[in-house]
């Protein structure tokens, strides 16, 4: 048998050590000639992670685009596209790969120029912590800010707030702790876990990946030091309750029909009771199956295949979950939005949103406000154009099932796409936080107890809420109805007062019946609806 | 907390790629190159889809200048694995003679593969073809998204990718427009071997160290793999010990004098190189942007 063929990897896989176990996504940014890409060739090139031939070509390159005079122009690595290298800037987010000993690295390379904001936050949104660079001679920019407040946005939540180019400005300290003080004061409200400040020069190597001569007064870690070390874990991911969106329905044959998704949150075992959003029907999982056998576990990131008990109703777009805890189906949503199309978004227009697995119709109901994201200041607002970003109400045309955690990246983030020209034209973060504030602020003083409305609130909804509009259309429509059912009581029991009652008792019964009987919504046009994810 | 390991996570990144084309495009394909990182990609898709077989078949688009090992072994597996493979020549490109000693590599390449491909997507309607280009392979590769829309003509445009933020990939299209869709955008060639070694992958044996006939030809090592390549005056073919770190058509494709003979032997040898895989793919070296021309006609 001439197998050999097709067995040629045969010596056992134990035999070679695992290169670095650990995985880090970063991305860096910064303005125009902060030297972003001289940072990155730098940590490609201290890592011993750029291979001859390529040395070689960027020496080529240095002489014919190089902007170092005889020195390497280590952004010619990254700039891959013609036309970056023309014009020596960075249009679109590039992605590269080094090790360290201890770790895996891939960096996101990220434009600076706001008019590829677009393209920073792709980088942006799965990296797990953000090298934002300060050319220290220019200090705080609003480019910074900006950077600073999408990257929050994306959920970002380590900072590393690299102050480069110390060389021009003789390595002073007194320079890096104003520019260090003013930054940790400007982001105070952004909700960073941790900002860690190195001074650097990328060009010569100061404090990337041994520590600078040049810089005796300081003492924390260099960066690739921090790199190294950083433990940037969404510690609530895994430990949540479990959580998979439907990606796929696996049906080889009659025999077999397996739900295949990648893990969201939580963990799973066979034997566990999971529930099919929207329409919470109830099952238990049988089998986690993989083509290496079934698995006794698996957690949050791993992409599996589940197969239940039941013949429950579930496809793709409906969400398995242990439990409602975390979730929360929605018909509105609050969110704020970074529009990346020319065409600006106003309200009262349409457009498909993709949430995880699931896609809806959603119209743009308001635009409560424009975040100018160099200040931090909101500002009203009529529409909200390329590169701006704006906290938007949006109604959906079938519930999507979402996190209450704010930055979760999994359930609370989602696309909208130009039904069009099928161009993504925003990404969104849903804010609940944000929902709740706009509900309490809408309602007068005397009402204003979001978290105990009276008796009247439930039953009628809050004023201006489409729950209140509903009550005042079912009055309108019931009221008539009511007095013919009552004019009916008073004929045949031929007693006045029995009649009134009647028709009393009719017109508050059915809102309070409905007030009672639904689950509760957090959000007033929230509906649990069975089935609509299908 | 439970964190994946690093090729754990890679992993189902592209479990998750090759789903999310499933569910949302008509007509899938694989594009299969025989290589090592096709062999990781056909290895990924008979694991997202597991128990069914990947519903989508498998294109080799032959430029018939492949090594032959390369294509025993592609029949091979095809027939193992079950997959419901295409093998696709440019009919015009043989009748016209063009061939990579005679017509030059670009020429060659542009008639043979990428206008091979073009017609083959075109010919089976396909409108998503999943490809094994990593971002670490090459500059204007490192700026793609994964999934990367092409025109009704195949053309890619640089400037004006849709953004990719988390793991939302908008999969909409116009008809005629199509994806390229790369499941393994974030592994690098380590990753690769580490992955072949750790699922026991199987791969051509070209990648192992062996006596080779070759000949020194403007600095790379080219293998004779049969007559078809006339010796130039003077050229005398050696029997040395050599592998290929990628697959390509084979007097395109230089050989490294190398005694691994064995994944652990690669993988050693690997992470102590000091020169990148592309090296010997004679293709790339046109110009620095030469890659990222061919990708705008509708190379891969």
């Not at chain 1, 950083?230 to 397996?258: E, I, K, Y």
């Not at chain 1, 949150?265 to 929207?278: A, F, N, Q, T």
């Not at chain 1, 160099?374 to 079938?398: R, Y």
């Not at chain 2, 992955?195 to 160290?209: C, G, H, K, T």
Request: glycine content about 6%; charged content about 25%; proline content about 6%.
């Amino acid at each position: 048998m001439s197998d050999a063929l097709l067995a040629v990897a045969e010596a056992p896989p134990a035999a070679i050590a695992p290169r670095a176990d650990s995985l880090l996504r970063f991305f860096t940014c910064g303005s125009v000639d902060d030297g972003k890409s001289t940072l990155i060739g730098r940590l490609l090139y201290d890592t011993g992670s750029v291979f001859e031939d390529q040395l070689e070509a960027l020496e080529r390159d240095s002489k014919k685009f190089g902007t170092q005079g005889d020195n390497l122009d280590f952004a010619l690595l990254l700039d891959g596209l013609s036309a970056e290298r023309e014009q020596g800037i960075t249009i679109d987010v590039a992605y590269r790969y080094f090790s360290s000993k201890t770790r895996a690295f891939i960096v996101a390379d990220t434009p600076g120029h706001e008019q590829y904001t677009r393209n920073m936050a792709t980088g942006a949104s799965t990296a797990e912590l953000a090298i934002i660079l300060i050319d220290a001679r220019k200090g705080i920019l609003p480019q910074t800010m900006r950077h600073s407040y999408i990257v929050s946005m994306l959920g970002v939540r380590h900072i590393v707030l690299a102050v480069n180019k110390m060389d021009l400005v003789d390595f002073s300290k007194a320079v890096f702790d104003r520019i260090v003080a003013e930054y940790r004061a400007a982001m105070s409200e952004l909700g960073f876990e941790s900002i860690i400040s190195i001074p650097l020069s990328a060009r010569d190597g100061d404090n990337i990946a041994t520590p600078s001569k040049r810089t005796p007064w300081y003492h924390g870690p260099t960066l690739l030091g921090h790199l190294d070390t950083v433990d940037p874990s969404f510690a609530d991911r895994s430990d949540a309750a479990f959580a998979m969106p439907v990606q796929w329905v696996n049906r080889p044959n009659l025999d077999f029909r397996g739900f295949a998704g990648t893990i969201a949150s939580g963990k799973l075992r066979p034997g566990d009771e999971i529930m099919v959003l929207p329409g919470a029907r109830k099952s238990r999982v049988t089998r986690i199956v993989t083509s290496d056998g079934d698995l006794p576990e698996a957690g949050a990131g791993q992409a599996v295949t589940l197969t239940l008990a039941d013949e429950v109703d579930c496809s793709r777009g409906d969400v398995l979950a242990a439990t409602l805890h975390r979730l929360t189906p929605r018909r509105a949503l609050t969110a704020r939005v970074l529009w990346m199309i020319d065409e600006p978004m106003t309200a009262g227009r349409e457009y498909i949103i993709q949430h995880a697995t699931a896609s809806a119709n959603a119209h743009v109901a308001t635009l409560h406000y424009v975040i100018d994201i160099e200040s931090f200041v909101q500002k009203p607002a009529d529409a909200l154009a390329m590169n701006q970003i704006g906290l938007v109400s949006l109604t959906c045309d079938k519930p999507l099932i979402v996190a209450r955690d704010r930055g979760d990246r999994e359930l609370g983030s989602f696309i909208l796409i130009d039904r069009l020209t099928n161009q993504t034209a925003a990404l969104g973060v849903i804010d609940l936080d944000a929902a709740s504030a706009l509900e309490a602020a809408a309602m007068p003083a005397d009402s204003a107890t979001p978290h105990s409305p009276g008796i009247f609130t439930r039953i009628a909804g809050a004023p201006g809420s489409p729950e209140r509009a509903r009550f005042r259309q079912e009055l309108m429509v019931g009221a008539p109805l009511a007095a013919a059912l009552g004019l009916l009581a008073w004929a045949i029991s031929a007693s006045l007062p029995a009649g009134i009652a009647v028709a009393l008792a009719d017109i508050v019964a059915r809102p309070a019946l409905r007030a009672t009987v639904k689950p509760a919504p957090a959000s007033p046009d929230d509906t649990i609806d069975p089935g609509a994810g299908i | 907390m439970m964190r994946l390991s690093h090729l754990q996570s890679l992993e189902a990144e592209s479990i998750q790629i090759f789903r999310e084309v499933a569910a949302t495009c008509e007509k899938p394909v694989l594009l299969y190159s025989i290589g090592k990182d096709s062999a990781v990609l056909l290895h990924l898709a008979m694991k997202a889809f597991y128990p069914a077989k990947p519903p989508f078949p498998v294109l080799h688009v032959d430029t018939t200048w492949k090594f032959r090992e390369m294509i025993e072994f592609r029949d091979r597996l095809a027939k193992e694995l079950g997959l419901d493979l295409i093998v696709h020549i440019n009919q015009e490109g043989v009748k016209a003679g063009v061939n990579p000693i005679d017509s030059g590599s670009r020429l060659h390449t542009d008639v043979m593969k990428t206008q091979g491909l073009k017609q083959a997507l075109d010919k089976y309607g396909f409108d998503a073809a999943f490809g094994g280009a990593r971002r670490d392979e090459e500059k204007s590769r490192a700026k793609e998204r994964v999934f990367s829309l092409r025109s009704a003509q195949h053309r890619w445009d640089p400037k004006n990718q849709r953004p990719e933020p988390w793991r939302l990939y908008n999969t909409r299209k116009r008809p005629g427009e199509s994806f390229r869709v790369f499941p393994i955008s974030n592994w690098t060639e380590a990753d690769v071997w580490d992955y072949i070694a750790r699922e026991n992958i199987p791969v051509v044996p070209l990648y192992f160290a062996a006596m080779r006939p070759v000949v020194e030809r403007d600095g790379a090592l080219i293998m004779r793999d049969d007559e078809r390549m006339p010796l130039l005056p003077g050229e005398v073919v050696q029997n040395r010990m050599v592998r290929f770190r990628t697959l390509g058509c084979y007097p395109l494709t230089g050989a490294v004098e190398s005694s691994a003979a064995t994944l652990p032997d690669i993988i050693a040898e690997m992470r102590a190189s000091r020169a990148s895989e592309r090296q010997g793919r004679i293709i790339d070296h046109d110009g620095s942007g030469s890659m990222e021309a061919k990708k705008q006609e509708g190379y891969f």
